[in-house]
Nanobody
Framework: QVQLVESGGGLVQAGDSLRLSCAAS????????MGWFRQSPGQEREFVAV????????YYADSVKGRFTISRDNAKNTVYLQMNSLKPEDTAVYYC?????????????????WGQGTQVTVSS
């Protein structure tokens, strides 16, 4: 099973940018569909973005479309989430997730492995 470690979170102001990284170990990340989810206090974990094994297919939540970009560097075994024009409502713990199946899922139940999360806080 792949192990995932997120990094890059922090406290920023509205309008700023952050890039989250998800480093994989144990298995090569190229064997997995990779996704980002987020969870705010008292809220359900919600889908943010997903990318297929080759990087040729991506999907985004409507709330982040046009502001966030998911990408992957299979040679570095790492997946990224570039977040621009951040808003206070983007404040959440962000989780990286891996799905060993070929599908490109957008629900948390589709994913087998999860990181511990990284906190993103956007102040107004």
């Amino acid at each position: 099973q792949v192990q995932l470690v997120e990094s890059g979170g922090g406290l920023v102001q509205a309008g700023d940018s952050l890039r989250l990284s998800c480093a994989a170990s144990g298995r090569t990340v190229s064997s997995y569909t990779m996704g980002w989810f987020r969870q705010s206090p008292g809220q359900e974990r919600e889908f943010v973005a997903v990318i297929n094994r080759s990087g040729g297919i991506t999907y985004y939540a409507d709330s982040v479309k046009g502001r966030f970009t998911i990408s992957r560097d299979n040679a570095k075994n790492t997946v990224y989430l570039q977040m621009n024009s951040l808003k206070p409502e983007d404040t959440a713990v962000y989780y990286c997730a891996a799905d060993r199946r070929l599908r490109v899922g957008v629900v948390s139940a589709d994913f087998d492995s999860w990181g511990q999360g990284t906190q993103v806080t956007v102040s107004s």
